[in-house]
């Protein structure tokens, strides 16, 4: 018991020293007040000494920031998740791809809808989304914290977050893919945004049977051109290249030497085309048959140049550089890598690619130096089934280095040393660049699948904070039925030995990957910086509705009302229409103050609408179903709280 008790002492001056102004104390008394012995706290609820350290090192005191800002996809939810580290705490969920009631998005919203209906594909409306990987806007290979863009594997679409207030101001479709794994992916002054497909589809033709896969099908990278003035894509400027009907897995851009280029995964070189039911391979099976696949490697400077002077030919309103021309400019080749790969990583010195094939134990380091040496020698071990030239695989690698089963994923840190995540040992593998070696491995719960690292995919990383994405939580958690949570795990990367710090069970869907940004990186404005202010063109709105000027208008069957809200009241608090009128409502927060937000519900209309301070929004709707529809506003709106309330009249014909 002595041993023990001195170890709690060390352990409890090293926690105090963490804690710092935290307010921890350990002083003697009984229970779990102020006043409480921290150890005989610890000693109640089983707490080791590694468990108390580690909640010091996370524990934020209220009204304490966090130091860092997660990013993080939100699944199959279609959002993004705005996580605090290292605390760990879910500061938003930021509406992108599909309707969320809380900030109005989809409900009713004139320019949400619009949104909406600039996401339809194939005719359809989409209600859902597969939100894979978030991209921090940059500058000179640094995230500048300004925009947020994010894809939806599903579908295939990308959107785009203004981090001004970090809403969705766009939502771009691409017609000639049928689905998106590689993106979103930014070059490093955010000139392009890059999405590459996953399933090929025909590129050419609007239907073509898999037995003419090898004829018809394609694969396709974008470069959306990013106007950042504008807060925009400019689609006028942006351009596809057409690539072989492999499957496209993830992208990484150059950095410094490597300024310029694209790194893309890809799979299927075998170019299966599944088909169990006839007794053929499965595509599991299939698509792993060969030994390597090849990583595509892209001069984006060169195809913007040869895009810009009309070397493209359309398709489905897309300007598409095709592949021969591709491979005849000097655009396009391939470098084997291990099979299976998922993931290329550019080293923040943009010397060198890793990349990991799940089905190979090995991290694979490529060399940007020599890969430029085989381009300009012609060093090429022969060409794929299209013509690209394929560089000989032994003459550009680094080197090769076993990490583990099943590696996937790589972020940095500030000291040259990278990190894994094993996806079938369910660890995660600490190693060193310069020399090859690993250094560290730390358990993870379970299957871990993306890693994010503070300011890890940047030229330069902070180290401090790895977050482990884990696919399974089986027995982190209180049960909740079959369908369990995912787990995040936050990790010390600081020292020479990694060490969990806490466990975060995400609910809303699959997360796959994400991006950690300081938080004195981002600038959001506490409240719109004027009255009338729109969120969709961030400008101040031409129905905009000042104080004194509230007012109903008829023309006809059209019913424009102009109203404004403010702690604590609706003007006007009476809207009367008859049945089968068009009712449009410009409404107008007045507010000023910070958090100072409103919402505004109709009953039995599905609108509802979100109105921070000095938002100006608008909404409209046919008055089809005559009655009396309250309106009231849905947040806590002031002391009162359900004062803030009018009436929808809808006077039946006749």
């Not at 106007?227 to 351009?239: H, I, L, M, T, W």
């Not at 940004?517 to 981002?522: F, I, Q, R, Y």
Request: charged share 20%.
């Amino acid at each position: 018991m002595r041993s023990n008790r001195v170890g709690w002492g060390v352990v409890l001056t090293a926690a105090l020293a963490l804690a710092g102004a935290a307010g921890l104390h350990s002083c003697a008394g009984a229970g779990g007040g102020p006043g409480a012995d921290v150890s005989a706290i610890a000693s109640e609820r089983g707490l080791s000494e590694a468990d108390i350290v580690a909640a010091v090192k996370t524990y934020q005191p209220t009204g304490r920031f966090d130091e860092y800002v997660m990013f993080a996809s939100g699944g199959h939810s279609g959002q993004v998740l705005v996580i605090g580290v290292p605390s760990m705490r879910l500061l938003k969920v930021i509406a992108a791809f599909t309707p969320e009631p809380w900030q109005g998005f989809a409900y009713g919203s004139q320019e949400h809808q619009e949104l909406m209906e600039s996401a339809m594909m194939a005719g359809h409306e989409i209600k859902w989304g597969d939100t894979h990987h978030p991209a921090l806007s940059e500058t000179d290979g640094d995230y500048d914290g300004q925009f947020l863009f994010i894809n939806d594997k599903a579908n295939p679409r990308i959107a785009v977050i203004d981090l001004r207030d970090f809403e969705t101001k766009q939502i771009l479709t691409n017609p000639n893919m049928g689905t998106n794994h590689g993106g979103t992916f930014v070059t490093p002054n955010t000139e392009y945004v890059i999405e590459g497909a996953q399933y090929s589809v025909p590129l050419w033709t609007d239907y073509a049977d898999v037995d003419r896969y090898q004829e018809d099908y394609r694969g396709l990278v974008t470069l959306w051109k990013f106007d950042r003035a504008r807060g925009r894509v400019d689609e006028n400027q942006s351009f596809s290249i057409e690539l072989p009907p492999y499957w496209h897995d993830l992208a990484d851009a150059g950095k410094g030497p490597s300024f310029g280029w694209v790194f893309l995964n890809s799979f299927n070189t075998e170019m299966a085309t599944g088909g169990i039911e006839d007794g053929n391979p499965a595509f599991e099976s299939g698509v792993s048959a060969n030994d390597m696949d090849y990583m595509h490697v892209i001069n984006w400077q060169k195809a913007a140049e040869l895009a810009a002077a009309g070397r493209t030919r359309e398709a489905r309103g897309n300007q598409v550089i095709e592949l021969q021309t591709a491979i005849d400019e000097g655009v396009l080749f391939f470098i084997p890598e291990p099979k299976s790969p998922h993931g290329v990583d550019v080293t923040p010195d943009g010397r060198f690619l890793v990349v990991s094939g799940k089905l190979d134990p090995n991290v694979t380091v490529y060399s940007w130096e020599k890969i430029q040496q085989a381009i300009a020698d012609g060093q090429f071990s022969g060409e794929d089934a299209y013509g690209v030239p394929i560089i000989d695989f032994a003459s550009v690698i680094d080197g090769q280095l076993n990490v583990g089963l099943g590696p996937l994923h790589t972020q940095y840190d500030d000291k040259g040393n990278a990190y894994t995540s094993i996806f079938l040992d369910t660890k995660v593998t600490k190693w060193s660049l310069d020399p090859l070696q690993v250094l560290d491995q730390i358990d993870v719960h379970y299957n871990v699948g993306h890693l994010a690292a503070a300011e890890g995919d940047t030229r330069t990383p902070d180290g401090k904070y790895l977050v482990a994405m884990n696919k399974w939580s089986i027995d982190r958690f209180n049960p909740v039925g079959p369908l369990l949570p995912q787990n995040f795990q936050l990790i010390d990367i600081s020292g020479d030995k990694m060490q969990l710090l806490y466990d975060m069970p995400i609910g809303i869907g699959e997360p796959h990957y994400a991006q950690i940004v300081k938080a004195d990186k981002l600038q959001p404005f506490e409240y719109y910086p004027e009255i009338g202010y729109s969120p969709a063109t961030m400008s101040a709105s031409a129905d905009a509705v000042q104080g004194g000027e509230e007012r109903v208008e008829r023309t006809g069957n059209q019913v424009d009302v102009y109203m404004t809200s403010i702690r604590s009241h609706f003007t006007p608090e009476y809207i009367r229409v008859r049945e089968g009128d068009r009712v449009t409502i410009h409404i107008t927060s007045l507010e000023q103050a910070h958090d100072a937000t409103h919402g505004f519900g109709i009953a039995k209309y599905n609108i509802n609408l979100s109105l921070e301070a000095g938002e100006s929004q608008t909404v409209s709707f046919v008055a089809d179903e005559p009655g009396v529809f309250p309106y009231y506003c849905t947040e806590f709106c002031s002391a009162l709280h359900l004062e803030m309330t009018g009436y929808l009249l809808v006077e039946p014909r006749g």
